[in-house]
């Protein structure tokens, strides 16, 4: 996906290099990277410039969001396609470097809480959005990728949550409000709630000292 | 007991168990509140007040002559203001000289103002470029920070406190109104102190007591080690003065209020009840890092070890803390805007600031914490008697 973007971005189509940014902004979303999972290789492919001392023009904003920027204000397209090149080459990095990396079990419960946290916080607020309004398209995608950690951890839930029946319907119903292009202030009420549903999730499948 | 950072999906863990030992030490005595008059400026030394606000300002003067005229008066109008009296009656043929809001007659002993100026002061307008504290420059931008450059430095900062919120509106008013064409605000946040919940230090709005572990404000001698500027290397007219750093830090609170507490006291590296250490039993027991080298009880990335990891040779590092809890309403999301006006007060800030600062990097508290405005300021030598000014010895 990321290679058709900067394909198209190097043919100098704007308006589908748009729509594959938006596919695959969603499909990085759904990964769950939130709170720096994927440490400088996350940041490199989809941090945004709001730490950085130059803002907009800081060389060190890369990725998707550098990406959103110039093709949604117009940029030339030999400046932007170095950044799209660049994308390439980190995505290609990232799943190079993860294909080594062990995932500890506690980290995947910790994820399951903090990526409505990162939508809540970064998402909702608008920090993340350079120009494509995709927000509500990025929350959503983050909604599937919490889905599919709960539903990895479930066995462990099942008899130690009684929450969890509560947390699958608060969910349903936020993925439901957010692709019905809900109003902002439910939606961020849907994803206040799943944020507090989640929270006990990380401590409950902490392997707890019983002396 | 597995210790998680949130930061890292990939990072390892680290084991850690709470362990006990014993220690004492006297906590920080409340220091009286000084006079107007003195070595130093009041609002430095003493305990916290209640209530506070911190406003920076951009200068209007065009030139060292407006400059003096306006430290002059911000002089007067703080002398008044401190010692309070009643307010002259200008007659019916002009608005009245004071807002009334303490009144007819203004309270005076409550009130600490505390004057510093920022590094821009020192550039080709009034001719101050020879005169600059060595290290005086805009605030670093720190890995982690979220700066908004309108919301930090300035060239000169005006930090009003008492015990009460009238009397701060009250000094604010009256010192806008008198320098009206020569400060423009540039950056304000209001700040209180809270009252010990149950003892000790008061707590921040993380729910933990902040400034426990400050150098004592009463011991003479520390405070011209760590905290006064005497001439040495820096020019002549800083003696008495002091580095001042202010970071106007944003906490997440709604997310911090979903993190179980044994991960929120690791973080922090104290008891968020009592305060103790996780080797002591009260707030004011020393933490024991050397027998704890790998960090068992107290994580080696725990807030407090890695701000004071109480060694010989970091000693000399050690900031004197007056920090404000800020509550300004929600942003546009609807989430809590509240945190901490974190300042200090250091000799030297590079050798103390600075280095603590780095320390911090990437310490897992910074997920859940947002520093977004501030700066760097040298806060004035004090005025040592009815006849002098701020700034006397800068532009004279």
């Given amino acids: 996906m990321v290679a058709a973007l900067d394909a198209d971005i190097r043919a100098g189509d704007y308006a589908t290099a748009r729509a594959d940014w938006v596919a695959a902004h969603d499909a990085w979303s759904q990964l769950g990277a939130a709170y720096d999972a994927f440490g400088d290789d996350g940041t490199a492919i989809d ?165 | 007991m597995s210790q998680v950072g949130r930061r890292g999906f990939l990072k390892g863990t680290v084991a850690a168990a709470g362990g006990i030992a014993l220690g004492a030490v006297a906590g920080e005595p409340a220091v009286a509140r000084e006079s107007f008059h003195g070595a130093h400026q009041a609002g430095i030394l003493s305990t916290p007040r209640r209530s506070a606000a911190l406003v920076s300002f951009d200068l209007g003067a065009r030139d060292r002559g407006e400059l003096a005229g306006l430290l002059r008066t911000l002089t007067t109008r703080a002398r008044f203001l401190t010692a309070g009296g009643t307010p002259p009656n200008l007659g019916i043929g002009a608005p009245p000289d004071d807002s009334g809001i303490l009144g007819p007659v203004v309270r005076g002993g409550d009130l600490a103002i505390t004057v510093s100026l920022g590094s821009s002061v020192f550039d080709g307008r009034f001719g101050l470029a020879a005169r600059k504290p060595t290290q005086l420059r805009p605030m670093d931008d720190f890995p982690n920070d979220n700066l908004d450059r309108s919301q930090c430095d300035g060239d000169l900062l005006v930090q009003v406190a008492a015990s009460e919120p009238d009397i701060v509106v009250h000094a604010l008013r009256d010192l806008a109104r008198h320098s009206t064409g020569l400060l423009v605000p540039r950056w304000r946040v209001d700040g209180s102190s809270a009252p010990p919940r149950p003892a000790g230090a008061p707590r921040n709005y993380l729910g933990f007591k902040d400034g426990t572990a400050n150098p004592d404000a009463s011991d003479g001698a520390l405070m011209d080690e760590l905290v006064w500027v005497d001439g040495g290397a820096e020019p002549a007219w800083t003696a008495g003065g002091s580095y001042q750093v202010v970071r106007v830090i944003r906490m997440l609170t709604e997310f911090w209020d979903r993190v179980s507490i044994s991960e929120q006291e690791r973080m922090i590296g104290r008891r968020r009840g009592s305060g103790a250490p996780f080797t002591g039993r009260v707030e004011h027991d020393i933490p024991d890092y050397r027998n704890d080298p790998g960090g068992d009880a107290t994580p080696l990335d725990a807030h407090i070890r890695l701000a004071n990891p109480r060694t010989k040779a970091t000693d000399g590092q050690r900031i004197l803390r007056r920090g404000y809890n800020y509550d300004r309403g929600i942003d546009r999301n609807g989430s809590l805007d509240m945190g901490l006006v974190f300042t200090s007060y250091q000799r030297d800030l590079d050798r103390q600031f600075v280095t603590i600062q780095k320390r911090l990097a990437d310490e897992p508290l910074v997920d859940y914490i947002s520093p977004t405005g501030g700066g760097y300021f040298f806060a004035l030598p004090g005025l040592t008697d009815d006849r002098d000014w701020y700034g006397r010895a800068l532009l004279s």
């Fill in chain 1, 47 to 211: 941090g945004t410039a709001d730490s950085l001392p130059l803002g907009d023009a800081d060389p060190a904003f890369t990725g998707f969001h550098r990406v959103e920027y110039g093709l949604w204000h117009g940029e030339a397209v030999n400046t932007l396609v170095r950044f799209a090149d660049r994308l390439e080459t980190d995505v290609a990095q990232l799943a190079g470097d993860f294909g080594g990396r062990q995932i500890e079990p506690l980290d995947l419960s910790i994820r399951a809480h903090e990526i409505v946290e990162d939508a809540l916080r970064l998402d909702l607020d608008g920090t993340t959005d350079y120009g494509s309004g995709s927000t509500l398209a990025t929350v959503d995608a983050e909604l599937t990728g919490t889905t599919v950690i709960l539903d990895l951890l479930k066995p462990i839930l099942r008899s130690r949550y009684p929450g969890l029946a509560q947390t699958d319907r608060d969910l349903a119903i936020a993925q439901s409000d957010v692709r019905a292009n809900a109003a902002h202030p439910l939606v961020v009420a849907d994803i206040s709630r799943l944020a507090a549903d989640l929270a006990p999730v990380a401590s409950i499948c902490e392997p707890r000292r019983t002396s």
